[in-house]
């Protein structure tokens, strides 16, 4: 039996993978491009990498050569792949915010309300009244 991938067409990703006597029939959402022993290994081991991601046939190209070499062979007038390897970033990089030390910010809200007790500490900064108790003592 031969194995093939199963591509979902709109988004180029890889789903599964399936063995079939036959050809598999391809629709408008499926396309099917025969997985070598070789491929399939790679396949698994993206896969193995990614956890729940579906790969992507760009990038199973760029990590494994015996997916190219379908690629050739479906290609008649060349001997180059038109396909363009995509690593697709899912998330942006945020940058990390700053941190402010707690004590230098509840002192520095402390400076800005002069008339403020134990009580509005602790709603501003949700301590606890023996925490905020504390903090006040010690700022003033």
Known sequence: MANYFVINRPSNLITGVVASRYNPTETSLRRFIPATDKARDAYYK?????GDVCVDV???????????????DST????????????????????????????????????????????????????GMLAAKAYVAKHS
């Open 46 to 50: 993206l896969v193995g990498r990614k």
């Open 58 to 72: 760009g990038e199973l190209l760029s990590k494994s050569e015996y997916t190219l070499n379908w690629l050739k």
């Open 76 to 127: 008649s007038f060349s001997d180059e792949g038109k396909a363009i390897p995509q690593v697709v970033r899912y998330r942006a990089e945020e940058p990390t915010p700053e941190t402010q030390d707690r004590q230098a910010a509840i002192f520095d809200w402390l400076d800005h309300h002069p008339e403020a007790d134990a009580y509005d500490l602790n709603d501003e900064f949700c301590m």
